[in-house]
């Protein structure tokens, strides 16, 4: 059974997380009256921000940042700086991360923002001045034990460490711990910029062990070349796998012997792409989905594996770098191919807010781990979420995705209910 949807979310990002909660919701035999109240965001900020371009003239940007429920903890999630960013699909995603920190046992609630804009269309300067009045406009909605940000698409550490300073002037001392995914020398975590991408890789070699695929001569193709398609290639190369084609938002590369990534990461920090490398050959967004392989790795968008595609691709494992790359309507054709085994989203990029809340925890501290203990500390908490995961699946006969949703949603729930409603 489905419920509202509020006209200022609506948006086919927004419906889709709304259709998974509820087909979830009806498994769980989850009460009608407590639905919208899991469901529906908590609290969401839309801000014009005027910023002032590099040739004196002023654009207003729209800012957005949705925290989906505070029943756990402080809310968590990054900023996406895309052109495409409305307040509907933060909102999902704000949703997605809550049932991802869920899932992983995080003390958090979910949370996104965005802003609209094309990042590689403005200089350094402009992103400086969007990132601070961004921050500035959310001053009162963030801080350590309120909501705090990372980076996501279109923003990285320095994003982060403008966000930093810009927050903590205003507080007079430095606050590090208000954002994570900064830059080890501002308090930020080892690990945490190769976080996603190393659990996305670690969850896929468990996949190919309860699929019984050895790595040696496994094919992947990445969709994303972005922090968390480029370093789940390299990772998954280390571990024998033969990388065949990437993309990026620009376009494709094929290489059946497979890509040199050294070369490639050379190639993509001189021109920002990976279209034009000399490695491979060219082809398109949809040709890439299509490649036959032993593991497709959708890296970059929303949405990605639909009604047209998902009868098509040619993949023993699906892992899901990207949040929700995946439709409905496309997981229903999926679940007719038992041959796909799917890493979902929530589970298989959760490595990124994981070494988030460590390096959170580690700034409230002021005591730092060094990298071998926070990979010790993130393989762990995977490997539990992914054994929960396939044996609920097992159990209850249902997918992948629908038990780590499942999880995630039972464990809001409950907390909702024990806490109980004020007044
Ligand atoms: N943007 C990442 C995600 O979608 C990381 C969020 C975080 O580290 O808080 O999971």
């Known amino acids: 059974m489905s419920s509202m949807i509020p006209p200022v979310y609506d948006t086919p990002v927004f419906r889709m997380a709304c259709q998974q909660f509820d087909l979830v919701a009806d498994f769980l035999d989850i009460p009608v009256n407590a639905r919208d109240r899991l469901k529906l965001p908590k609290r969401s900020v839309s801000v014009a921000m005027p910023v002032r371009r590099d040739d004196g003239s002023t654009t ?36 997605w991360m809550s049932w991802k920190c869920a899932l992983t046992g995080l003390p958090y609630g979910g949370a996104k923002g965005g802003v609209t804009c094309n990042p590689r269309e403005l200089s350094t300067g402009e992103l400086e001045r969007v990132t601070r009045r961004y921050t500035q406009e959310l001053i009162p909605f963030i801080g350590p034990q309120i909501d705090i940000p990372a980076p996501d698409m279109g923003t990285n550490e320095q994003t982060m460490a403008w966000m930093m300073d810009t927050y903590s ?28 991408g190393r659990g996305v890789a670690y969850l896929v ?30 990772t998954m190369a280390r571990q024998g796998i033969k990388i065949i084609a990437v993309s990026d938002a620009v376009g494709g590369l094929y290489n059946a012997k497979g890509i040199d990534l050294a070369k490639l990461d050379e190639h993509v920090a001189k021109t920002k792409s990976v279209v034009g490398f000399d490695g491979g050959e060219a082809i398109t967004n949809e040709q890439l989905l299509l490649t036959p392989c032993d593991i497709l790795v959708p890296a970059a968008l929303e949405r990605q594996i639909t009604v047209e595609n998902a009868s098509k691709i040619q993949c023993r494992i699906l892992a899901e770098g990207a949040n929700g790359p995946t439709t409905p309507e496309a997981d229903a054709i999926i679940a007719q191919r038992p041959e796909i085994f799917v890493i979902p989203d929530i589970l298989c990029n959760a490595g990124g807010v994981i070494v988030s809340y460590f390096e959170w925890v580690q700034d409230l501290q002021s005591f730092f781990w060094d990298e071998g203990e926070v990979m010790s500390k993130l393989y762990r908490i995977l490997e539990q979420s992914f054994m929960q995961t396939v044996n609920f699946a097992k ?13 995630g949603i039972q464990r809001v729930h409950e907390a909702k209910t024990i806490r109980g409603l004020f007044p």
């Open 60 to 95: 207003v940007f729209m800012g957005y940042r949705v925290q989906h429920h505070l029943t756990l903890g402080p809310t968590k999630g990054g900023v996406r700086f895309h052109p495409e960013v409305t307040l509907g699909e933060v909102a999902a995603l704000a949703m």
């Open 395 to 407: 159990k209850r006969k249902v997918s992948m995705r629908f038990a780590a949703l499942s999880l």
């Open 205 to 234: 070699s468990r996949a190919m062990d309860t699929i019984g695929i050895p790595a040696n001569g496994a094919t992947a193709v990445v969709q994303g070349y972005g922090n968390v398609g480029s370093i789940a290639a390299s």
């Open 169 to 196: 002037l205003q507080s007079g001392h430095c606050v590090p711990a208000v954002v994570t995914g900064k830059p080890v020398s501002l308090g930020g975590s080892l690990g945490r910029r190769e976080a996603t």
